[in-house]
């Protein structure tokens, strides 16, 4: 599949639409699996979340079922949609780019991501909430790291308002590292808390914003640290410094950059290998 099979402009037809299918789907198939798991939710803020017209959420990303679970609380809040920037690669899959696509999520180029953006900027103004991941990837310290200021400069360029949104207790059930068994999900504790809209304008400096908006997620994931109601002490799940075994915010961060370049390595041997004559 070429990349512009996937990579459409956003149509404002989606901010209209009533019926959708593939994603009243998912979502009944999500609560239905949150359901079973007999998650524990524990929601503060939802009244934060507009009734109508476009939004950035800006979401902290400790687990691979962040975007899931925030779909979850924001469907059951108010019965609207989140539009997710996901990586593009993930729209090559012939099933989940099918899903991805049928739910209307944006394509994002990590290397060139100019399309992502203004597509994001175009759903934003045709009135819809687009979620972001401004740590830019699942962060295995568990806590907020810096951030990227895309999910500023689309505000600002869209004339819409940002929402901070804090989950924890969602990498308990899937993330880097680590894949829980079904005992240690059941039952699991969430929560989330949504801030108040962060108002930008034109004129505000992004990165300065930015950094207002780092202060604010990981004021908001302190909160819900300390009133979470399992201990953590000595748990995986639980940042170094709140006594947990998590890597160090350092140490997350090497791991990371180790990766990368394995990946870049093992990327430039397959090209090597492709382009190598026939003996």
Do not use: C
């Not at 037809?13 to 998650?39: K, N, Q």
């Not at 809040?77 to 991805?100: C, D, I, Q, Y």
């Not at 969430?190 to 505000?204: C, G, K, R, W």
Request: charged share 20%; no cysteine.
């Amino acid at each position: 599949m070429s990349r512009r099979a996937y990579a459409r402009p956003y149509s404002s037809v989606m901010a209209t639409r009533r019926i959708e299918p593939v994603y009243s789907t998912m979502i009944a198939i999500g609560r239905g699996l949150f359901g079973a798991l007999r998650l524990r939710r524990s929601v503060a803020g939802i009244e934060n979340i507009p009734r109508d017209g476009g939004a950035v959420l800006a979401i902290t990303h400790f687990g691979y079922l962040d975007f899931a679970l925030t779909e979850w609380i924001v469907y059951l809040g108010t019965r609207r949609h989140v539009r997710f920037m996901a990586k593009e690669s993930a729209f090559a899959n012939p099933l989940v780019g099918w899903l991805l696509r049928g739910m209307h999520h944006i394509p994002v180029n990590m290397k060139a991501g100019h399309a992502a953006f203004d597509n994001a900027v175009a759903a934003l103004k045709s009135g819809e909430l687009v979620g972001v991941f401004p740590e830019a990837g699942v962060n295995a310290s568990f806590t907020v790291r810096e951030l990227k200021s895309g999910a500023m400069r689309m505000a600002q360029k869209a004339g819409v308002p940002v929402i901070p949104v804090a989950v924890w207790g969602g990498h308990r059930l899937l993330t880097k590292n680590h894949k829980p068994t079904l005992r240690e999900a059941y039952k699991v504790p969430i929560s989330v808390a949504i801030a108040d809209a962060i108002t930008v304008s034109p004129t505000d400096e992004p990165h300065e914003l930015t950094t207002r908006l780092r202060q604010t997620l990981q004021s908001m994931v302190d909160t819900l640290q300390t009133g979470y109601p399992v201990d953590g002490t000595g748990a995986w799940w639980q940042p170094r410094h709140l006594g947990g075994t998590a890597p160090t915010p350092e140490e997350a961060a090497a791991a990371d950059a180790a990766r990368d370049r394995r990946r870049e390595a093992e990327a430039a041997e397959r090209a090597a290998e492709k382009h190598k004559p026939n003996s």
